[in-house]
């Protein structure tokens, strides 16, 4: 490893025979941690020395993205490849708005590039990325949502809402075979499933018809929901309770 | 939507403070979030304190510590919501979330290259380029030399919605259909309440999820549907 270590009263630097490779000082954090700081500029291009036994914190872009040190169970490396490859890969794809997906762009190189996407690049990937256009897409056409209302051998019976089109609801009758071994258990009356029919889009451009039921793995109501449920419940009861049915003792007495 | 996609996912994205290692695929198949099969089939990239990012059939799934985001391309897109709600609804509930992000994509086939480039320009007109518009399109004898628009973000600030956040679409070509593809996707997003230091939980982001996933969807896929409906306004 080609690094050197000097430490003066307030920070510690660190610096490397590769021309370019780390240009930030490395700076004296807590009273045991040090905070490595990558500048944006392509800065750390082999995993920093080996000799350190306290923690560490990395930062990929402007703003530190950790903000407790990493680990210290490390005997080689101070960042292990892989950590470093997925935070790095996380922060060049971090996208301007927070939310949004996470982006893989080919800008142009030379371009100036917003913060988030600053390149950091000090290690290869560890994997090669995923081509998508080289995998099938299943592309759903139109989906309904299922309620169980009869279990049979091997066969189940259900009512199902069109969630594409505003049609009537149906009843559809389906095979257990047709379900995903860790969904059948699921199958029980009053189970909510979704039934996605579409095509499966081949790299090729070959398409084939394809469905798929997924049984819904929903949260259990918890003790905040039935309170909710039990408040909405007691204000549709005032709201009603006040007004003028056609079975009321009021309305009753006018006949 | 009017066009059949060739490509089509959805993804939920949370900022807020996360314990990366808890998010192992069998953490997710003890708490019944996933099926047996779907967490022995995992494939596992890393499981780290800082950081974890695994794929399952249907899903692909990445934590830091600031930043979960889980998305998916297989219908029933609702899977993700579900295996979300349930995660930070029921188990992880002391885990502050302070935005939240319901993403919607999808790539789609227009035909041709000069349908997808007449789009392109009616949505980002040359002549505002001056004497360098013209030159922008290139030589048309050479396709791969073709220039335009490459991309294109357009913010709604004012959700109308009583929630704090924004609606943001981007429009570019798709690099699934290189030829004649347009890629859109929508990020709706949302701020969870107006102090994050006096969110201690992911209730108020769960109740946002849970109750705006389908607006949300529709929504977007409504405004993918605008873009779509340029390949017919471009003829008129």
Redesign the interface.
């Given at each position: 490893m080609n690094s050197l270590v000097s430490i003066n009263s307030t920070a510690l630097h660190l610096n490397s025979s590769d021309p370019g490779t780390l240009n930030q000082p490395v700076r004296h954090g807590w009273s045991e941690n040090f905070l490595v700081t990558a500048s944006h500029h392509g800065t750390l291009k082999q995993p920093i020395g080996h000799g350190w036994s306290e923690n560490l914190l990395l930062t990929t872009s402007n703003q530190p993205?950790?903000?407790?040190p990493?680990?210290h169970e490390w005997s080689e490396n101070i960042l292990?490849f892989?950590?470093a490859d997925?935070?790095h890969k996380?922060a060049l794809m971090?996208?301007p708005?927070?939310?949004?997906?996470?982006?893989d762009?080919?800008f142009a190189e030379t371009m100036n590039l917003l913060p988030h996407q600053q390149q950091v690049a000090f290690l290869p990937p560890?994997?090669p990325a995923v081509d998508?256009?080289k995998r099938p897409?299943?592309?759903?056409?139109q989906?309904w949502e299922g309620v169980v209302t009869e279990i049979r051998d091997r066969a189940f019976t259900a009512r199902l809402m069109d969630l594409t089109h505003p049609n009537p609801d149906e009843e559809g009758e389906f095979c257990t075979d047709e379900i995903?071994?860790?969904?059948l258990n699921l199958v029980v009356p009053g189970a909510i499933f979704?039934w996605?029919v579409?095509?499966l889009?081949m790299p090729g451009g070959a398409k084939r018809p394809t469905s798929?039921i997924?049984f819904?793995?929903?949260?259990?109501w918890?003790k905040?929901d039935l309170e909710r449920a039990d408040g909405v419940a007691k204000e549709l009861l005032n709201a009603f309770g006040t007004m003028k049915t056609p079975d009321s003792d009021e309305a009753r007495s006018t006949r | 939507m009017r066009i059949?996609?060739?490509?089509?996912?959805a993804?939920i994205?949370?900022?807020g403070s996360f314990n990366p290692r808890i998010f192992r695929p069998e953490w997710f198949k003890a708490m019944?979030?996933?099926?047996?099969?779907?967490a022995e089939s995992a494939k596992v990239?890393?499981v780290?304190?800082?950081?974890t990012?695994f794929s399952l059939d249907w899903a692909n799934l990445?934590v830091?510590?600031?930043?979960f985001?889980i998305?998916t391309?297989?219908?029933?897109?609702?899977?993700i919501h579900?295996?979300v709600?349930?995660a930070f609804?029921?188990f992880l509930i002391h885990t502050p979330v302070y935005?939240?992000?319901i993403?919607r994509?999808v790539h789609f086939s227009v035909g041709s290259f000069d349908v997808r480039d007449a789009i392109g320009k009616l949505l980002a007109p040359r002549e505002p380029w001056g004497e360098w518009g013209p030159k922008i399109s290139g030589d048309p004898q050479k396709p791969q030399l073709r220039g335009g628009m490459k991309?294109l973000l357009m913010s709604q600030l004012d959700r109308g919605d009583g929630y704090k956040g924004?609606i943001?679409a981007?429009v570019?070509p798709s690099?699934?259909r290189p030829a004649d593809g347009i890629f859109v996707?929508v990020?709706d997003?949302?701020f969870v309440g107006d102090d994050p230091t006096k969110i201690l939980g992911s209730?108020p982001a769960m109740n946002i999820l849970e109750s705006e996933w389908s607006t949300s969807i529709t929504r977007s896929e409504w405004i993918i549907d605008q873009v779509m409906a340029l390949r017919e306004r471009r003829k008129k």
């Open positions: 993205t950790l903000m407790q990493i680990g292990p892989a950590v997925e935070l996380a971090r996208p708005l927070e939310t949004a997906p996470s982006v762009r080919p560890a994997a998508v256009s897409s299943f592309v759903g056409l989906e995903s071994e860790d969904d979704r996605s579409g095509v889009k798929q997924v819904r793995r929903l949260p259990q918890t905040r | 059949e996609p060739e490509a089509s996912a993804g994205v949370l900022i019944g979030i996933i099926g047996d099969a779907d990239r890393i780290h304190e800082a950081v990012a990445h830091d510590q600031n930043r985001g998305d391309s297989d219908p029933p897109l609702i899977r579900d295996a709600l349930t609804k029921q935005q939240l992000g993403n994509t991309s924004s943001n981007r570019e690099a699934l996707e990020n997003h949302f209730e």
